[in-house]
């Protein structure tokens, strides 16, 4: 049975999405964030470390770890080499899904409209992720795209913050919340591992109930 995206986050609201482009420091930024209380987190395929960043983190074990911005079979079938545990696209794409089903890993597409949706849900991928969430118009959009298919379920992602966290998580359709808020670009170059601790702390913290 294919295992699906809800299983995989565990009851967890937030999705940290991190890109790494030391993988030498993969072990302090694992080291926070499982500090901070994350259980997941999603490593993109933007640096040419990612895939060692991804075994690292998959390694690490306080984290289910999984891929972003695949947006290739070869990423999808790398990804899952690496360790990943499930794969996020910032598009819907046929050959991504179709290689992520026979590697047996959830797939979270990115929709922004409607009809990437319909494409979706009839490839059997309920959970997408709206993207880019905040300029597509947010919770608003969100609710709207969400009206005519009860049974899609959305990590909005791009743009979000930790003040909007709670009012998308109040909305039933709101699986989890994705974001690179609780680890920057900034953050990273800097060494910051004691904020990207205290702010996903504080992300955890307003998404439990
Ligand atoms: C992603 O890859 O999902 C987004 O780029 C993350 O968006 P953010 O950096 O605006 O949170």
Redesign the pocket.
């Known amino acids: 049975m294919t295992v699906e995206m809800d299983s995989v986050l565990q009851g967890s609201r937030i999705l940290p ?1 991190l890109t790494v482009t030391d993988p030498a420091t993969t072990h302090l930024l694992a080291d926070a964030l499982a500090a901070g209380g994350a259980r997941c987190a999603e490593v ?1 395929f933007r640096t040419p470390g990612a895939e060692q960043v991804l075994e690292t983190m998959a390694a690490h074990g306080g984290l289910t770890v999984g891929a ?2 695949v947006v290739t079979r070869d990423q999808a079938e790398r990804a899952g080499a690496a360790g990943a545990r499930f794969v ?1 696209s ?1 598009g819907y794409d046929d050959e991504v899904v179709a290689k992520c089903r026979e590697l047996r890993l959830p797939v979270v597409p990115g929709i922004a409209t409607a009809t990437e949706l319909m494409r979706a849900l009839r490839a059997g991928c309920s959970t997408v ?1 709206l ?2 969430a905040e300029p597509l118009g947010g919770l608003r959009t969100l609710r709207a795209l969400a009206a005519p298919f009860p049974q899609a379920r959305f990590i909005p ?4 913050q930790d003040s909007h966290l709670a009012s998308y998580l109040a909305d039933p359709a709101v699986l989890a919340v ?4 609780m680890a920057t670009a900034t953050h990273l170059e800097r060494g910051e591992y004691d904020e990207i601790r205290r702010l996903t702390a504080e992300a955890v913290d307003r998404s439990t109930p």
Request: avoid cysteine.
């Open positions: 999405v993109t972003g911005t996020v910032p992720k993207f880019p992602t791009g743009g979000i994705g974001g690179s808020w």
